[in-house]
């Protein structure tokens, strides 16, 4: 049975409230502005899950990713919808290149990692479009292989390895819970990001055209 919601907070405070009062009444309204951003945020997070666990890499880049994309420029929903699209291509890349061992399993919580990421995803989809030359995946390829080298001294740096290997086992892959690492990270994100403005919204005070 799911649990009740819980109700505003609701205090009709009397003429004359001494301090002490009307510091609780504060508290209480402060206590519902927390609970509804949490509840925002666990929607949000729970969005994020669901376009993650069903989607997979496609031929084009979605509309809803910003071009050029700059991460710092990003607002919730653009952020939003670029973690989507970079967690699902960065889960197939590794399992196709076979990269578990070279790429860490934590890459969101690494922003340099994020940054090669993306432009290596960016630069993937533009290979492979339909307006793409025919050597277009070659450069791709000769750009992931020095791509390759750049992980391989974060990977250095950081230490966050699978494991430590003799052979190269082919078969070596991220734990199971690696996906719901990257989603508390991009919701972490999402979090404190802007929220997202109506296009149609005056945000400077003039009159609409």
Known sequence: MAADTPKPFAFQLPDNAPPDMQAIALLGEGLDTLRAAVAELAAGYDDLRGRVDSQQPGRRQPATVPVPLRWQDLDRVQASNTWVWLINWVGWVVARYQLAEELPRCWPKHPPL????????????????????????????????????????????????????????????????????????????????????DPGTDTDGGDQP
């Open 114 to 197: 994020v940054e090669e990421l993306t432009a290596l995803c960016a630069a993937w989809y533009a290979a492979y479009g339909d307006d793409a030359s025919a050597d277009a995946p070659l450069l791709w390829h000769e750009r992931l292989a020095r791509a390759r080298i750049r992980l391989h001294d974060w990977d250095d740096a950081t230490r966050c390895r699978n494991g430590t290997h003799s052979d190269r086992r082919i078969e070596l892959n991220w734990p199971s819970t690696w996906r719901l690492d990257a989603l508390e990270t991009a919701e972490d994100d999402l979090a404190g990001r802007r929220p997202a403005v």
